[in-house]
Structure formats: structure tokens, C-alpha cells
């Protein structure tokens, strides 16, 4: 009876995983680009429509890897592409998310783009007000990736405790790639613990 509770709590936080990663486009509001129906089974496994519900019932509560990847269809002009990888590891714990963006070479565009995108997925310690240094950060850091001799851009931020690496690559002369991959932490960037509240 007890391994079926603690089945039954682990297979409700998958749950709550799914439903969070399904909701964060809407969440997101990014009109540049449509996205696809969700897949409710995450990467690596494939399941047939009609033996998801078993699917659910004895093997989700028990994953220690897994990850939804989603890929929308630009919309507007200067998006190439948008692609999201939410991971979540043992105990289905939030890994990481990542969201890789190829586009025209506009820094406010990225910046804004990429900070609405991480301020939507409501990570942990997450405050409304965060979004801003994330933007200026991103801005700031896109700005130089055409800069000549450049080329490319890399560096972290933290606010609070989630810690962003960054990398913006210039593909041509008018279009970048920009990747933000957003992690918990508990130590500020030079190695120091954090307190409760994320402070250094």
C-alpha cells in the first residue's frame, strides 16, 4: 500500500511536470511563431495513443530522465526558428530548460523575446520583477555578437537562484543564433552558497 501512495505521489508530479510544460507557450504569448499540439509522452519513448493510459499508470512515476522538446513554426517575418527542451531529471525534479532562437540580428528583439520566455516558465524563486535584469543582460550580450572580430557571444547571469548561460552565434551577416539554457543553483558565480531567499 505504501509503494502504491508513493507511486501515486511521483505520478502526480510528472503530472504537474506535463501540465506545466503544456501550458508555458500560452504562458510565453510569443505571436512570432505557432506552436504544434503537445506530445503528453516525453522524449526518448514513443507510446501508441491507446496505451497511454497504462503508460501513465506504471511507468511515468518512475522515470529518471526525461524531457518534452518543442519546436514551433515561425510566424513572422525574422524568425527562422524556435525550439524549447524542458528536462527534468530523478525524482522528477526540474533540470533545465533550454530555448535556441534563430533569427534576424535585432538585440532588443532577442533580449525581450528570451526573458519573457524564461520568466514564463515560473522557476523556482522567480519574481516578476527579475525579468528586466535578464533582458538587459541578454541585450547587452547580443549586442556584441556582429561586433567585428566577434561572432559570437557567450556568458552567465543569476538572479535569485537560477543561473543562465548564454550564447548568441553569428550564421551570416544579418542572422544569429541565440541559446539561453536556464538551471537551478544554489551558489552565487563565484562559488558562494546562497541564502534561503537566493541571496549571495
Given at each position: 500500500?505504501?509503494?502504491?501512495?508513493?507511486?501515486?505521489?511521483?505520478?502526480?508530479?510528472?503530472?504537474?511536470?506535463?501540465?506545466?510544460?503544456?501550458?508555458?507557450?500560452?504562458?510565453?504569448?510569443?505571436?512570432?511563431?505557432?506552436?504544434?499540439?503537445?506530445?503528453?509522452i516525453?522524449?526518448?519513448?514513443?507510446?501508441?495513443?491507446?496505451?497511454?493510459?497504462?503508460?501513465?499508470?506504471?511507468?511515468?512515476?518512475?522515470l529518471?530522465?526525461?524531457?518534452?522538446?518543442?519546436?514551433?513554426?515561425?510566424?513572422?517575418?525574422?524568425?527562422?526558428?524556435?525550439?524549447?527542451?524542458?528536462?527534468?531529471?530523478?525524482?522528477?525534479?526540474?533540470?533545465?530548460?533550454?530555448?535556441?532562437?534563430?533569427?534576424?540580428?535585432?538585440?532588443?528583439?532577442?533580449?525581450?523575446?528570451?526573458?519573457?520566455?524564461?520568466?514564463?516558465?515560473?522557476?523556482?524563486?522567480?519574481?516578476?520583477?527579475?525579468?528586466?535584469?535578464?533582458?538587459?543582460?541578454?541585450?547587452?550580450?547580443?549586442?556584441?555578437?556582429?561586433?567585428?572580430?566577434?561572432?559570437?557571444?557567450?556568458?552567465?547571469?543569476?538572479?535569485?537562484?537560477?543561473?543562465?548561460?548564454?550564447?548568441?552565434?553569428?550564421?551570416?551577416?544579418?542572422?544569429?543564433?541565440?541559446?539561453?539554457?536556464?538551471?537551478?543553483?544554489?551558489?552565487?558565480?563565484?562559488?558562494?552558497?546562497?541564502?534561503?531567499?537566493?541571496?549571495?
Open positions: 500500500m505504501a509503494v502504491r501512495r508513493g507511486a501515486d505521489g511521483l505520478r502526480a508530479e510528472f503530472v504537474a511536470n506535463r501540465e506545466r510544460v503544456r501550458s508555458w507557450p500560452g504562458r510565453w504569448g510569443c505571436g512570432e511563431v505557432e506552436w504544434p499540439p503537445f506530445h503528453e516525453p522524449r526518448p519513448w514513443v507510446v501508441p495513443p491507446r496505451k497511454r493510459k497504462r503508460w501513465l499508470e506504471r511507468h511515468a512515476p518512475f529518471e530522465e526525461y524531457e518534452w522538446r518543442l519546436e514551433a513554426t515561425p510566424a513572422a517575418e525574422g524568425v527562422n526558428s524556435l525550439q524549447a527542451v524542458w528536462a527534468f531529471g530523478g525524482g522528477h525534479g526540474f533540470k533545465e530548460l533550454t530555448i535556441r532562437l534563430e533569427s534576424y540580428f535585432d538585440p532588443d528583439y532577442l533580449a525581450e523575446t528570451l526573458a519573457l520566455g524564461i520568466g514564463a516558465a515560473g522557476l523556482r524563486g522567480w519574481k516578476d520583477d527579475d525579468v528586466h535584469g535578464v533582458y538587459t543582460w541578454l541585450r547587452d550580450g547580443a549586442r556584441h555578437c556582429l561586433s567585428p572580430g566577434s561572432g559570437a557571444v557567450r556568458g552567465q547571469h543569476r538572479t535569485g537562484f537560477l543561473l543562465c548561460s548564454m550564447s548568441c552565434l553569428a550564421i551570416s551577416s544579418t542572422d544569429v543564433v541565440t541559446e539561453v539554457r536556464a538551471t537551478l543553483t544554489g551558489t552565487a558565480l563565484d562559488g558562494a552558497p546562497l541564502t534561503a531567499d537566493g541571496r549571495s
